[in-house]
């Protein structure tokens, strides 16, 4: 039975054409796959949040920083690499920056001091920024044309790695203590395995990327006003949807141990509920929106999600949990909607885009660990929460994305 390797490892044996035509589907659940890896292997970081801050004697505000220099050395490279690899395709590329996760995973393993948890979060930050770029165009590439499918598959095993990330921090690292993180290393070294199969097949779409981006523009049906409006208003919606989202995945473990008094486990085990729920909402909104229209979906997804929101800081620890699944499951969904319908304002220019949407997000995020962890200190947890309710009200802007899609 054939299996993706062996799909992978054939592709060289055929033309350009007929290796996208055939390995589509092994090259995208591949593609996922190591992106389950990479994101598993990153939200250790956040997940080991807790063991850091009693090894180090970490505040609130150093744990944002933290956060600030993984996501920041990530959002900064990754338009910069995408911008490169538009004009310049480097097959390699994914490799090499798996490369650079695996020796900032180590050196996390082995760190002594505040400065050198930095230097680690910042190289696995650089893997991240070579990753998602080029990865998202290889997703595109293989999509056969239902982009907003394969973008769901791709993003949806980075959301299985998030989710899997704190349980595993929970049952194998916060027993056993920092050392423990260097047995995650395999993980990254078959990741490597993975994704130099991947180059290869890649290598041989580079002559189907030749086509000037200048003629293809003229193809998006927007004028320059539309699409400067547009990519506004997307950035608005990925700040609201990931300023939020930082303040679950870097401070719901301290919130539910503060409010509900559970045990660091448990809160783990809580935010990995949480996580899956994203996982499970971002495979969902890019086949709805090939299907119904991408502007429905993110409308739906961000500004939907307010009233969960708001009830969130005011519900006992079930329905915390009950409420925190929802907004996982609808705030997802928007993202590979988002992304899409950005790629199809300015075609090609997918990797600049892809970096650029995934570069902002990741700062957003790093932004957001940063500026909440500081607000926590000063007016306490429960009311950082309270705040961030608000956040998907800025979903209202949606309204203003131009309505005629060629996908819709």
């Known amino acids: 039975m054939s299996t ?14 007929d290796a996208a035509a055939a390995t589509a589907f092994p090259i995208l ?14 939200s250790l970081l956040p997940a080991i949040y807790p063991l850091l801050k009693s090894t180090f ?17 990530a959002s900064l490279l990754q338009p910069m690499i995408g911008m490169l690899t538009d004009r310049h395709p480097k097959p390699w590329s994914l490799a090499i ?39 998202s165009r290889i997703a595109r590439l293989a999509s056969g044309g239902r982009h907003g499918l394969a973008q769901s598959v791709f993003q949806v095993g980075g959301n299985i790695g998030s989710a899997s990330g704190p349980l595993l921090a929970a049952f194998i690292i916060m027993p056993r203590g920092q050392a423990s993180i260097a ?50 208003v997307l950035g608005m919606l990925i700040f609201s949807k990931y300023f939020y989202l930082a303040s679950i995945s870097s401070y719901y473990t301290f919130y539910l141990m503060h409010k509900f008094g559970v045990s660091v486990q448990s809160a783990q085990v809580h ?20 299907r119904i229209g991408r502007r429905y979906v993110i409308w739906a997804s961000i500004l939907g999600v307010l009233p969960f929101t708001l009830l969130l800081p005011h519900a006992n620890l079930l329905w915390t949990t009950v409420l925190t699944i929802v907004i996982g499951l609808v705030l997802a969904s928007a993202f590979a909607a988002i992304l899409v319908f950005a790629q199809e304002l300015v075609p090609g220019r997918t990797g600049l885009i892809s970096g650029l949407f995934f570069g902002f997000a990741f700062g957003m995020g790093g932004i957001g660990a940063a500026v909440l962890g500081q607000l ?33």
């Not at 659940?29 to 990153?42: A, E, G, K, R």
């Open 183 to 232: 047995w995650f290393a395999l993980a990254a070294m078959f990741a490597i395995v993975l994704l130099g199969r991947i180059g290869r097949w890649y290598r041989l779409q580079i002559p189907n990327l030749r086509r000037p981006a200048a003629r293809m523009a003229g193809e998006a049906g927007y004028t320059r006003r539309q699409v400067m409006l547009a990519i506004g």
């Open 97 to 135: 920056g798996m490369t650079s996760t695996l020796l900032g995973l180590l050196l996390l393993s082995q760190a002594t001091s505040f400065p050198i948890l930095l230097v680690a979060a910042a190289m696995i930050g650089t893997g991240s920024a070579v990753f998602h770029p080029e990865s």
């Open 57 to 73: 004697a970490l505040d609130f505000g150093q744990i944002g920083l933290i956060t600030l220099t993984f996501q920041v050395t």
């Open 376 to 408: 926590a200190d000063h007016v306490g947890i429960e009311a950082v929460y309270r705040l961030c309710a608000w956040l998907p009200a800025i979903g209202l802007l949606a309204w203003f994305l131009p309505r005629s899609q060629r996908a819709e």
């Open 271 to 290: 935010l990995f509920v949480f996580l899956a729920a994203v996982a499970a909402g971002t495979i969902i909104g890019g086949p709805v929106g090939d």
């Open 29 to 42: 659940v591949t593609l996922s796959f190591c992106h389950l890896l990479n994101d598993m292997i990153q």
């Open 4 to 17: 993706p390797i062996d799909a992978i490892t054939a592709a060289p044996t055929q033309t350009a054409a």
